[in-house]
């Protein structure tokens, strides 16, 4: 069942190609945080809608994440990794065209949430696909560049933003997807995968919930990721709405706030892929990165009244570095399982994350009943990071794990 002991290297096309899937991605995943008040203004709803409205939105489009996580992953090790990431495109590339047509809230919601289930398929089907075919040597270095090039995604969304009407934005982002299709054509599938014997079972994904300890594992490693979107879907999403109850003196524009952050944390996954390499530990890199986080959580909710826009800016750069542990996360998501369920913990561990964002909004908002607007986002944040640090004591180490292997 093993693959080439040589294998592609770090520049080869699977990676490539799995780098410019995740940047489609992203670019799609996060426009709407960059398009959100200039979106939902244009389709007529007041200010108080806007943050409403936006946040039912989001939280349809994390769900269909959430499904489509599922879906995809248990697709991935059944029909295989390839067809995944052409399936999930398509999807995604259509719901996005679509969403540049939409003409009222509860249309753009049905959007997300179809986009959302597309989405969901490319991130962990490409780093199984990426782990599978690279020698574990440098198989953390590899994705680790496919996090940091798929994250510049964010940077051109805003970029886009900045230039076209904001359904235009919509536009690109499906044509880009359809584009990669033509990219995909040259990419094969995981040696590992295609030497599996037929009566293997493949992506079952309740095999997660019958085993005590597969299930200890898989919710360890879903728990590990939350501190990125905590600060990612709630932090830099509504800094706008923390700068002005912080005293900020200008307006924060989350969607420049969310450029300065993925900037950041495309660096923050190459260095923290390099680290890893360096220590020769994913658990190390993690607690380096999770205290990086809890000095930024310091710094964004200690900023005192009169800062400036471009203070919060800063912050949200630091924030978006301490966040840059995802490729680390995903990876070890992908190494903690069989090859026959591999597709499905990589696929869906990431997207339970995304998913488990409108739980950290439910908590966030609940707070607010006893505290204020950023008393209630740090006391989010000290729980969630808390329960991130739990968990990395409770996975495995997995840097250097042969790949090789099934779940029985």
């Given at each position: ?306 800062e400036s826009a471009q203070t919060m800016y800063l912050i949200c750069w630091g924030l978006g ?88």
């Amino acid at each position: 069942m093993s693959s080439n002991p040589k294998g592609p290297g770090i520049l080869s096309l699977p990676v490539i190609a799995a780098a410019l899937g995740y940047f489609v991605d992203i670019y799609d995943l996060l426009l709407f945080n960059i398009l959100r008040i200039k979106s939902l203004g244009d389709l007529g709803l007041s200010t108080e809608e806007i943050d409403t409205k936006g946040e039912w939105i989001l939280g349809l489009q994390m769900a269909g994440l959430l499904t489509g996580g599922i879906i995809w992953g248990i697709l991935g090790d059944k029909k295989g990794r390839l067809r995944v990431l052409f399936g999930s495109i398509v999807i995604y590339s259509v719901a996005n065209v679509a969403t540049g047509f939409v003409q009222n809230a509860e249309q753009y919601a049905l959007a997300r949430f179809i986009a959302g289930i597309g989405l969901a398929g490319e991130l962990g089907a490409g780093i199984t696909l990426v782990s599978e075919l690279l020698r574990k040597e440098i198989r953390g270095i590899a994705t680790s560049f496919v996090a940091a090039l798929g994250i510049l995604g964010a940077v051109v969304a805003f970029y886009i933003s900045q230039h076209y009407h904001w359904r235009t934005c919509y536009f690109i982002g499906g044509g880009l997807g359809l584009a990669l299709l033509l990219l995909r054509i040259g990419v094969f599938e995981s040696g590992m995968y295609n030497a599996m014997h037929a009566n293997v079972s493949k992506g079952n994904f309740f095999k997660f919930f019958t085993d005590t300890h597969r299930f200890k594992k898989y919710l360890h490693s879903i728990l590990l990721g939350l501190p990125t979107w905590y600060i990612v879907g709630i932090l830099i999403a509504f800094s706008n709405k923390f700068g002005k109850d912080m005293g900020i003196t200008a307006d924060v524009d989350p969607g420049r706030a969310t450029m300065y952050a993925y900037i950041a944390l495309s660096v923050g996954d190459i260095l923290a892929g390099l680290i890893s390499q360096l220590l020769r530990s994913r658990k190390k890199t993690l607690y380096i990165y999770y205290a990086l986080s809890a000095v930024m959580l310091a710094a964004y909710f200690l900023q005192s009244p009169g800062e400036s826009a471009q203070t919060m800016y800063l912050i949200c750069w630091g924030l978006g570095f301490s966040a840059g542990f995802w490729a680390i996360f995903v990876t070890m998501g992908a190494e903690q399982f069989g090859t026959n369920l591999r597709a499905t913990a990589a696929t869906t561990i990431p997207n339970m994350v995304r998913g488990a964002l409108p739980l950290m909004l439910l908590l966030f908002n609940a707070l607010q009943h006893w505290f204020s607007f950023v008393q209630s986002g740090w006391i989010t944040g000290i729980i969630v990071l808390a329960i991130s640090v739990y968990s990395a004591s409770q996975v495995e180490e997995t840097f250097g794990k042969d790949l090789d292997y099934l779940e029985e």
